[in-house]
């Protein structure tokens, strides 16, 4: 590298830039952290329920074969849309009934096809894990993703 | 070896090699079940086995920079290591640590328990005693070597190593973070993730890389050092902005699709300055090194760093792209390469410099090591390439055609089966390289001789 730029201006610049980089992005997340709880999510229906059902979601580590708003791993359907899947926006009630009854049904066994684990949940739990799975449906996500299919 | 303490590294090195074991093996596992959906569905289920791949292969890599700095920090500041007990206690606490987590795992030990459940946020799933088992680990870490530099010699290598380490803990401070917000989980969720992989640990990267450069070729220490600055600025100039590319579609403002596709695009350059640099250093230095082995993997680190990361990278992070690719297996192709390339290399590649001096041998098994790394380098390539494939008619058929998820993956079942082809070849890689490593040493002989201790 050219005599132009010594060693200790390498250097100041790499601290003074990197520093000026990260006080950008802090701001910046400063904003989104501000638009995450008053525009993008309602934190209104934000209920106990659903961060329950955010709790046993994470009890399972379900994102270690689904995705949710596309992060997790990619053995699953994308769950972040499973309740506008099921046309839980259109019909809450029937949504949430075929919803539980299929999770209760797992695993199927069914030769050659992936499998869910066995999980034992309680109605309630059932009822709350739906809550979040709902609740995620409604994130304001820049129109991702591209179709029902997840 | 110059410094006695060196040889902590030894034993960081060895846990490391062993967790790297498994973590391919478990990975075998995973892409077995992908074809054969029933193995083990009941016993041990994909999420497990999924868990312990990733998990095995962060504490390793981990453990592996951990041992570089332990190898790395006595002869650059010309200073033993502050306290051996430490270093020792730090690796026992991790190894505990990390048994803790695998039983918690494997057995689904105290469900839901806040303390001592699985957390079950990906690649973050530790039982909340694990993480501050590893929060107390790094401080113990961070207390020994820091000390060590400041008694020492300051160089810029150090200087960066530490600012990486340091970088590493202060960003794991935000797995403790777990809102019930979702979308704010995720915004710092990434923090660990993001600026770990692309920002810290590239620190870690290029003074590790650094470090095997100076006495590899033996180029002048001012250009060597010059050069380590200019490729960490780039890589955090752009690398912590690029944090935007996963902030496009959970939640977060609409002006990250554009701060995000343009950082993050720039995020190329310091993976294309380390190809640079590691290819300049080796064409102007003027030694020759007798392990050439370490100098393979040292040049096949940056190359494959380049490709994986910077290349498979840049493929799916601009926005209107990435709206399509995200979440399919283009990200878990890009995923492989890019941890294989930057960070599995760069442990293999210091190991493979360092394990001669720590015996006070010659550099031995040299060809085993190279025939490991050719296998394991195309093993990985091929397995990239077959889930890029896998990834792009995934795309196609869900994301453009709204074809349903199960269906879709029916189609990619070819792709799966090459994809566990690779991986048993990875397997069989792997094995080769800690044998050639620790396994017995043909052509080793004698004490290291005055020609190989590096005459800065
Ligand atoms: C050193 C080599 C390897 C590295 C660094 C590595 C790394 C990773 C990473 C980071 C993930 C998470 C993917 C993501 O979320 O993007 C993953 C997942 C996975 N890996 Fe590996 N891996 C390696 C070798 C293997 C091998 C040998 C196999 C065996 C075929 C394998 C099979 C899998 C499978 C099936 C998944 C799950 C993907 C999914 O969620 O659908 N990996 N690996
Ligand atoms: C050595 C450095 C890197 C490593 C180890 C790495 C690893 C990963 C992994 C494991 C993921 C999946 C995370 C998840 O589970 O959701 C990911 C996602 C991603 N990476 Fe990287 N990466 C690196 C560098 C880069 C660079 C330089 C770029 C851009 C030029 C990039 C672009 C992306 C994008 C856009 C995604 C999101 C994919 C999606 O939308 O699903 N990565 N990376
Ligand atoms: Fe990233």
């Given at each position: 590298?050219?005599?132009?730029?010594?060693?200790?201006?390498?250097?100041?610049?790499?601290?003074?830039?990197?520093?000026?980089?990260?006080?950008?992005?802090?701001?910046?997340?400063?904003?989104?952290?501000?638009?995450a709880r008053t525009t993008s999510t309602d934190e209104s229906r934000l209920t106990a329920s659903v961060i329950n059902g955010k709790h046993i979601w994470?009890?399972?580590?379900?994102?270690?074969?689904?995705?949710?708003?596309?992060e997790g791993a990619y053995f699953a359907p994308e769950l972040g849309n499973v309740w506008l899947r099921y046309d839980g926006d259109?019909?809450?009630?029937?949504?949430?009934?075929?919803?539980?009854?299929?999770?209760?049904?797992?695993?199927?066994?069914?030769?050659?096809?992936?499998?869910?684990p066995k999980f034992v949940f309680t109605d309630k739990e059932l009822d709350d894990l739906i809550s979040f799975l709902e609740w995620s449906s409604t994130i304001k996500t820049n129109n991702w993703p591209p179709n029902k299919a997840g | 070896m110059k410094y006695q303490t060196q040889a902590i590294a030894k034993w960081y090195w060895i846990a490391a090699l062993a967790l790297f074991a498994v973590q391919v093996l478990a990975g075998l596992v995973a892409g077995y079940i992908y074809v054969q959906p029933n193995f083990l569905s009941e016993l041990l289920p994909f999420n497990?086995?999924?868990?312990?791949?990733?998990?095995a292969l962060i504490v390793w890599l981990l453990l592996g920079f951990f041992g570089a700095a332990y190898y790395i920090i006595p002869e650059e500041s010309e200073h033993e290591i502050h306290s051996p007990a430490i270093a020792y206690f730090q690796l026992i606490l991790l190894l505990v640590g990390t048994l803790g987590a695998v039983v918690t795992y494997i057995f689904n030990l105290f469900p839901g328990n806040p303390i001592f459940g699985m957390q079950g946020r990906e690649f973050l799933e530790q039982p909340l005693w694990v993480k501050l088992g590893i929060i107390v680990a790094a401080l113990a870490f961070l207390y020994n070597v820091t000390l060590t530099v400041l008694a020492g010699r300051k160089t810029a290598i150090t200087n960066i190593l530490l600012l990486g380490l340091w970088g590493i803990a202060v960003f794991f401070l935000f797995s403790l973070y777990n809102p019930g917000n979702l979308v704010l989980d995720k915004v710092y969720w990434w923090w660990v993730v993001h600026l770990w992989v692309e920002g810290v640990w590239e620190l870690v990267m290029a003074s590790v890389l650094a470090f095997i450069m100076l006495k590899l070729t033996g180029v002048d220490r001012e250009v060597i050092e010059k050069w380590l600055y200019v490729i960490v600025a780039t890589a955090l100039f752009s690398g912590v902005l690029g944090t935007g590319h996963h902030y496009y579609w959970i939640g977060a403002p609409y002006y990250w699709t554009w701060i995000g596709s343009i950082f993050s695009s720039l995020e190329v350059i310091p993976f294309f300055a380390m190809v640079l640099f590691t290819f300049m250093m080796v064409w102007?230095?003027?030694?020759?090194?007798?392990?050439?082995?370490?100098?393979?993997?040292?040049?096949?680190?940056?190359?494959?760093?380049?490709?994986?990361?910077?290349?498979?990278?840049f493929m799916h992070t601009l926005h209107p792209v990435n709206y399509y690719s995200h979440g399919t297996q283009v990200t878990a192709a890009h995923g492989h390469l890019a941890f294989f390339g930057a960070y599995v290399s760069l442990n293999l590649a210091i190991m493979t410099y360092a394990f001669p001096h720590i015996f006070g041998v010659k550099p031995y098994n040299q060809v085993l090591n190279m025939v490991s790394f050719w296998l394991l380098s195309g093993a990985m390539a091929f397995m990239t390439f077959v889930l890029t494939f896998a990834g792009a008619v995934q795309t196609h058929l869900q994301r453009v055609m709204g074809m349903s998820y199960m269906e879709v993956q029916d189609q990619l079942a070819l792709f799966y089966w090459m994809r566990l082809g690779a991986g048993l070849a990875v397997v069989i890689g792997a094995l080769l390289f800690i044998y050639a490593i620790l396994g017995p040493k043909k052509e080793a002989t004698g004490l290291e001789g005055a020609a190989l201790q590096p005459a800065e």
């Open positions: 590298m050219s005599e132009l730029l010594t060693k200790s201006a390498a250097r100041n610049i790499f601290y003074g830039g990197s520093a000026f980089f990260f006080a950008i992005f802090i701001g910046l997340v400063a904003h989104t952290h501000y638009y994470e009890k399972h580590a379900c994102i270690n074969c689904h995705t949710i708003l596309g259109k019909d809450p009630k029937s949504a949430r009934e075929a919803l539980k009854a299929w999770m209760i049904n797992q695993p199927t066994g069914i030769e050659g096809r992936r499998q869910m | 497990i086995v999924r868990m312990l791949h990733s998990n102007k230095g003027k030694r020759n090194h007798p392990n050439k082995a370490a100098l393979l993997w040292a040049l096949g680190c940056s190359t494959l760093a380049f490709f994986g990361a910077g290349v498979w990278g």
